[in-house]
């Protein structure tokens, strides 16, 4: 079966590819949700150097690309939009056994922590000032995450 034939539900189809340089997508006629999709070709490149991304990204050769934290300062001096995900976070403290210690059961001793740890900095010297501080609900990660408990 050709990649052509596989059922598909999203707004683009496989157009075609070459191993370790493109996969190249192209518009269904009209989608289900999205209606007719804005670009009619899509192209993924693989360009495994940064550089090589940021120099297609200020010539116009990409519209988009992934870019790491190191490379976010010379994007934004070099004029490029840079995007952050608002939805995700990278680091995070999860102490899993902090009911079994009398330290963690004091509220005192939670508010302390939680004041010590300087999230500005971490934020902007680590995450390259692209994150925001996050609260969540202080249950088990898979509660966190969405889960139902039991």
């Known amino acids: 079966m050709s990649l052509s034939n596989i059922h598909r539900s999203g707004p683009y189809k496989w157009h075609s590819q070459q191993v370790g340089s493109f996969i190249k997508l192209e518009a269904t006629e009209k ?3 999205d209606g ?3 670009y009619k070709y899509m192209t993924y ?3 495994p150097e940064e550089s090589t991304r940021m120099a297609m990204l200020r010539t116009g050769e990409a519209d988009i690309s992934r870019i790491s934290r190191e490379a976010v300062k010379e994007a934004r001096n070099a004029g490029l939009n840079v ?3 608002d939805s995700g976070y990278v680091v995070t403290l999860v102490p ?4 079994a210690s009398p330290a963690f059961s004091d509220i005192r001793f939670r508010k302390a922590l939680n004041l010590a740890i300087d999230k500005e900095a ?3 010297h680590l995450l390259a000032g692209v994150a925001k501080p996050l609260a969540s609900y202080p249950g088990s990660n898979i509660f966190v995450a969405g889960g139902i408990p039991r």
Request: net charge positive; charged share 25%; hydrophobic share 55%.
């Open 36 to 38: 007719v999709p804005r």
């Open 45 to 47: 490149l693989v360009i």
């Open 31 to 33: 989608h289900w949700r």
């Open 83 to 85: 995007m952050k995900k």
């Open 96 to 99: 899993h056994m902090q009911w």
């Open 122 to 124: 971490i934020i902007e």
